[in-house]
């Protein structure tokens, strides 16, 4: 297994946004993590990526556990993710914006900026081909010189997914990756994420459109209150009555 969860919980004062929840992810899959709104999703993705400490539970990735890392290493080690609401600097330029989140998300040469070594220019030298090669992967490479304000909805899903590959990740997670975005660019979108496990990524997606996610996922984990409350491949899970019930009863 790539990443296993063990008996992961998180209280925010009384409300405990997920509880025990245990899970794994195979490497080479595309996971999808459904359930109403409110349900945890965005906690479970914020607690693997190092963006909330757990309050009890471990994540183990690659073997090591990750649970009490910070969010920048936990980026180095090759877990990368894109926000439910994309966090992208509107007046910056495409190119920039995953420039600069690169540098945000792995910390990488905040001293070298300072003192402007050779070797900053060096880095600087490697960052900008990443980021040109993450913007052709994900076919944003002719928007590259656009700021992000003139771009359109699913122009932006598409920065957020480069931002994401560009410290590298062996996983990928993505909130709402599709939100927004009409059916013709839903399709694009997911042929985006079946192109990264191509590519040997692994991918974790947070969903609401239920015909991508039954088309696409290889394995379901469902929420509800924090818990975990089926799993499986999307067949199980569309005839599951936990799941059902879960949906229609709120
Ligand atoms: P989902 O992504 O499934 O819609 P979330 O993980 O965003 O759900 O939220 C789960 C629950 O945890 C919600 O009740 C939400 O209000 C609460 N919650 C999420 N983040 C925080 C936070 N930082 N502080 C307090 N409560 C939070
Ligand atoms: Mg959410």
């Known amino acids: 297994m790539l990443l296993t969860i063990d008996q992961l919980t998180k209280s925010f004062g009384g409300l405990t946004a997920v509880q025990n929840v245990s899970a794994s992810i195979e490497r080479g899959t595309i996971t999808a993590v459904i359930g109403p709104n409110g349900a945890g999703k965005s906690t479970f993705f914020n607690l693997i990526s190092g963006f909330h400490l757990p309050s009890s539970g ?42 600069i989140g690169h540098r945000l998300r792995t910390k990488a040469g905040l001293f070298d900026a300072i003192f402007r070594t050779k070797r900053e220019k060096l880095e600087q030298k490697k960052c900008l081909q990443k980021a040109e090669e993450v913007l052709e992967f994900v076919g944003a490479s002719s928007i590259a010189y656009a700021p992000i304000s003139a771009i359109t909805q699913e122009q932006q899903k598409r920065v957020a997914f480069a931002l994401a590959l560009a410290t590298d990740p062996e996983l990928v997670l993505l909130d709402e990756p599709a939100a927004g975005v009409n059916p013709d660019e839903t399709e694009g979108l997911a042929e985006l994420m079946k192109k990264m496990v191509n590519h040997g990524k692994t991918v974790c997606l947070i969903e609401h459109k239920m015909p991508m996610v039954m088309s696409l996922a290889d394995h379901i984990i469902v929420l509800n209150h924090g818990q975990k409350i089926a799993e499986g491949k999307p067949n199980d899970i569309k005839n599951d009555e936990n799941v059902i019930n879960a949906y229609l009863g709120g």
Do not use: C, M, P, W
């Open 58 to 99: 471990n994540v183990i990735y690659k073997g090591e556990d990750i649970s009490r890392l910070k969010a920048d290493k936990i980026a180095r080690l090759g877990v990368g993710r894109t926000f439910q609401t994309t966090h992208l600097f509107e007046q910056a330029t495409v190119l920039d914006n995953v420039l």
